[in-house]
């Protein structure tokens, strides 16, 4: 059974530019949660997708969006991006509820000039 | 809201040496807990999870945790550590009420775990 896959793997903008990562989850799996792991915060939660539909939000500015499609893939976007957006940007899928496991993606390595 | 306490952010440990790495949270609902596992350049696996019954849980490479209701403390052990153990290991917890809601970890810190001989 293939896992999550993210893409890119790593990924280098300026300051004002936008991304878009991409999140495939595992097969089945209808919840995608997206994190932000920094040094300096840790892991954070950002949003959750379940079924297209956004479940939870976390304190994260309207920069940061993102989007399921009916097949369960995920894209988040962040646009203007800022010095302090650089972090590894983690998917995870799961079947839902908050009794599951969540499966970790490799994570996106964004760095931010 | 909920939150996680990794009282330790690093754990230098002898191979073959107990290991404690400790996890207290704090929540106004029941929670589900969890350890995940961080290698570098990788992300989080799934270490071990408590949803209910036993206190006591075990993983199949030898850790094992305690939910302590009393203590809100989830506290990760292993008796002898291996030198592939180094790692970094994240408590997290759930909303344990409202199950079918939302899936969102909150995590604590992270307690970095260096094995050496």
């Known amino acids: 059974k293939a896992g999550v896959t993210q893409t890119p793997r790593y990924l280098i903008k300026t300051r004002g530019q936008q991304v878009t990562l991409s999140c495939s989850p595992i097969s089945g799996h209808r919840s995608v949660s997206w994190y932000q792991q920094t040094p300096g915060q840790g892991l954070q939660f950002l949003f959750e997708?379940?079924?297209?539909?956004?479940?939870n939000k976390g304190n994260f500015p309207g920069r940061f969006s993102g989007r399921q499609f009916s097949n369960s893939r995920s894209e988040m976007n962040v646009s203007t991006l800022e010095l302090g957006d650089s972090a590894l940007y983690l998917c995870?899928?799961?079947?839902?509820?908050?009794?599951?496991?969540?499966?970790f993606g490799p994570g996106t390595r964004l760095t931010v000039l | 809201a909920q939150s996680v306490t990794q009282l330790d952010s690093q754990v230098p440990v002898f191979e073959e040496a107990p290991v404690e790495l400790r996890c207290n949270y704090s929540?106004?609902?029941?929670?589900?807990l969890f350890w995940y596992v961080q290698y570098p350049n990788q992300g989080l696996q799934l270490l071990l999870k408590y949803l209910s019954g036993s206190t006591l849980v075990e993983s199949i490479n030898g850790f094992e945790a305690e939910f302590n209701k009393s203590q809100t403390s989830f506290h990760l052990r292993k008796p002898s550590v291996h030198i592939s153990d180094t790692a970094e290991y994240f408590c997290?917890?759930?909303?344990?009420?409202?199950?079918?809601?939302?899936?969102?970890?909150?995590f604590g810190t992270g307690t970095r775990l260096q094995v050496t001989l």
């Open positions: 997708y379940f079924s297209e539909t956004q479940r």
């Open positions: 997290a917890v759930s909303d344990g009420e409202n199950t079918g809601t939302a899936s969102k970890l909150t």
């Open positions: 929540s106004s609902v029941s929670v589900y």
């Open positions: 995870a899928s799961s079947w839902g509820g908050s009794y599951n496991e969540q499966f």
